[in-house]
């Protein structure tokens, strides 16, 4: 049996915000990268600014529309060539994206 190689220690935090329509498309996307996005989290979230669209009636009113936060702890190193595949996959300018250095990551039990 073949082990499988070791992922690079995540030292980035890399968040994408995007609207909720979007969400299932980049989950997908992320889903056939495991060697770039071993994982991530999801976090319900509300934009609000003057690049932001607002899809509804009701974001409209409010002034805000409902996004999802993408976070994934990545090595820095994967940053570039992920962002890429996000872009050709999904060039929207509705997706936004920052990265930042992440100081510790670790999990607190062991993963046997």
Do not use: K, N
């Not at 690049?51 to 996004?67: D, K, N, P, T, W």
């Amino acid at each position: 049996m073949t082990a499988e190689p070791a992922l690079p220690t995540p030292d980035c935090l890399l968040t994408l915000a995007l609207p909720v329509a979007l969400e299932d498309d980049v989950l997908d996307l992320l889903r056939t990268l495991p060697h770039m996005a071993p994982g991530f989290t999801l976090v319900p979230a509300q934009g609000m600014g003057a690049h932001i669209h607002l899809a509804s009636s009701m974001e409209q009113v409010q002034g805000r529309a409902r996004r999802v936060l993408v976070q994934l702890a990545v090595a820095q190193s994967q940053v570039p060539p992920l962002i890429d595949a996000l872009r050709q996959a999904l060039p929207t300018p509705q997706i936004a994206y920052w990265a930042a250095p992440l100081l510790a990551f670790g999990r607190l039990g062991s993963l046997s």
